[in-house]
Nanobody
Framework: QLQASGGGLVQAGVSLRLSCAASGRTFSSYAVGWFRQAPGKERDVVAAISRNGISTYYTDSVKGRFTISRDNVKNTVYLQMNSLKPDDTAVYYC?????????????????????WGQGTQVTVSS
């Protein structure tokens, strides 16, 4: 199971850190992605990280502002979001994909993921 948390209502320019906590002892075998869905829009990838944390991906609109990281001891993936903008307003979801090989990379497509968390709302006011 995945549990996303850390969302909230903030003003533009501030930071938030989202957490995706996983239950189970094999979390380190999963690549993880953060997605977001704004009202009336598709659920799109924001960032993704490989199971070993070495490889990462960011969609263009968040490059330089967001950082994805993971702590496999704590079974948690983080999304540090800085310089938030109103366009970042969305429900943020984390997702996990089983990756059998330690050298596996990240995944950036929604249909590649096996498990999804419940989502956390991020609202950025101008």
């Amino acid at each position: 199971q995945l549990q996303a948390s850390g969302g909230g209502l903030v003003q533009a320019g501030v930071s938030l850190r989202l957490s995706c906590a996983a239950s189970g002892r094999t979390f380190s075998s999963y690549a993880v992605g953060w997605f977001r869905q704004a009202p009336g829009k598709e659920r799109d990838v924001v960032a993704a990280i490989s199971r070993n944390g070495i490889s990462t991906y960011y969609t263009d609109s968040v490059k330089g502002r967001f950082t994805i990281s993971r702590d496999n001891v704590k079974n948690t993936v983080y999304l540090q979001m800085n310089s938030l903008k109103p366009d970042d307003t969305a429900v943020y979801y984390c997702a996990a994909k089983f990756t059998p090989y330690s050298s596996g990379g990240y995944f950036s497509k929604r249909n590649e993921y096996d498990y999804w968390g419940q989502g956390t709302q991020v609202t950025v006011s101008s």
